[in-house]
């Protein structure tokens, strides 16, 4: 069973700051496999990134996603207001789907 | 426009039972993989169950096996989440989610916005 983990838990940064998100897998996994989502309070998830680095239909350029292997990142270049929220990575592997706990990016 | 929308959350004794449902519209229904994921009170998210566009295969999250059946109606566009022997670490909102696969990559696309269910007494 692959085990995902996200860091750093919280993220405190101020707008226009750039992001670093982490996720590793417990296992080498495949890219085509890994997507990322961003969730704000009482709404539904909201998909980013699909195939470690293929940007889901009308999210802005400055949400990107990298890695292979082990380790994935999702990076947001410059941060705007409406990007502070929770963000997950995804797996899906032998018919099952696993999340990693999540990051919060929250305004410092 | 792809809408799915979730009902039959509530509260629910422990032991108790539930059956939620999960009308979509919008797009093919019968041509996809659909996905129940749940989210407890402040904590992350945790797929609960999935099944193939014809209902021939599901899977299950340890924790659900043998309590939880998800099936479909493709008739009626529509996915449902049969709950038995319910706990209180089943408390929590459920969505259904439809899962993209296509050129070796899979991921959900569409949400709908959850109905929660509470158990307690």
């Known amino acids: 069973e692959i085990v995902l983990t996200q860091s750093p838990g919280t993220l405190s940064l101020s707008p226009g700051e750039r992001a670093t998100l982490s996720c590793r897998a417990s296992?080498?996994?495949?890219?085509?496999?890994l997507a990322w989502y961003q969730q704000k309070p009482g709404q539904a998830p909201r998909l980013l990134i699909y195939?470690?680095?293929s940007r889901a239909t009308g999210i802005p350029d400055r949400f990107s996603g990298s890695g292979s292997g082990t380790d994935f990142t999702l990076t947001i270049s410059r941060l705007e207001p409406e990007d502070f929220a929770v963000y997950y990575c995804?797996?899906?592997?032998?018919?099952?789907?696993?999340f990693g706990p999540g990051t919060t990016v929250d305004i410092k | 426009e792809v809408q799915l929308v979730e009902s039959g959350g509530g509260l629910v004794q422990p032991g108790g039972s539930l059956r939620l449902s999960c009308a979509a519209s919008?797009?093919?229904?019968?041509?996809?993989?659909m996905n129940w994921v749940r989210q407890a009170p402040g904590k992350g998210l945790e797929w609960v169950a999935n099944?193939?566009?014809?209902?021939?295969?599901?899977y299950y999250v340890d924790s659900v096996k043998g309590r939880f059946t998800i099936s479909r109606d493709n008739a009626a566009n529509s996915l449902y989440l049969q709950m038995n022997s319910l706990r209180g670490e089943d408390t929590a909102v459920y969505f259904c989610?439809?899962?993209?696969?296509?050129?070796?990559?899979?991921?959900?696309?569409?949400w709908g916005r959850g109905t929660l269910v509470t158990v307690s007494s």
């Open positions: 989610a439809r899962v993209r696969a296509v050129g070796g990559m899979v991921w959900h696309d569409y």
């Open positions: 995804q797996h899906y592997g032998s018919s099952v789907f696993t």
């Open positions: 919008g797009f093919p229904f019968s041509g996809y993989w």
């Open positions: 296992q080498s996994v495949s890219s085509g496999y």
């Open positions: 099944i193939k566009q014809d209902g021939g295969e599901k």
């Open positions: 195939g470690a680095s």
